[in-house]
């Protein structure tokens, strides 16, 4: 079994900074993708940004290139998403993913493990 847990959502002001976090646990991680998506309320849930485990490879949504950041901590399971410049068309619910493949994707069925989700507010 595999548990995703996210933490780190919250209010936040336009042009403000949130950090996202993702804490895997059940399994070894050495060969999952994770990835962290996004749905904001009446809307389908988006990618937004993937990072391999193996070499490290990172593809963003264009709607968040170069605001946030994706990085691990192997030695901690732990993915983060470091958001800055928030906009309120940032707010959505944000959600952690893992799938047992190594290239990154952008489609939600392709991850077999989702964490709860953490709640992002951007007021304007």
């Known amino acids: 079994q595999v548990q995703l847990v996210e933490s780190g959502g919250g209010l936040v002001q336009a042009g403000g900074s949130l950090r996202l976090s993702c804490a895997a646990s059940?399994?070894?991680?050495?060969?999952?993708?994770m990835g962290w998506f996004r749905q904001a309320p009446g809307k389908e849930r988006d990618f937004v940004a993937g990072i391999s485990w193996i070499g490290g490879t990172i593809n963003y949504a264009d709607s968040v290139k170069g605001r946030f950041t994706i990085s691990r901590d192997s030695a901690k399971n732990t993915v983060y998403l470091q958001m800055k410049n928030l906009k309120p068309e940032d707010t959505a619910v944000y959600y952690c993913a893992a799938r047992s493949a190594v290239p990154i994707s952008t489609t939600t069925f392709s991850y077999q493990y989702w964490g709860q989700g953490t709640q992002v507010t951007v007021s304007s």
């Open positions: 059940g399994r070894t991680f050495s060969r999952y993708t």
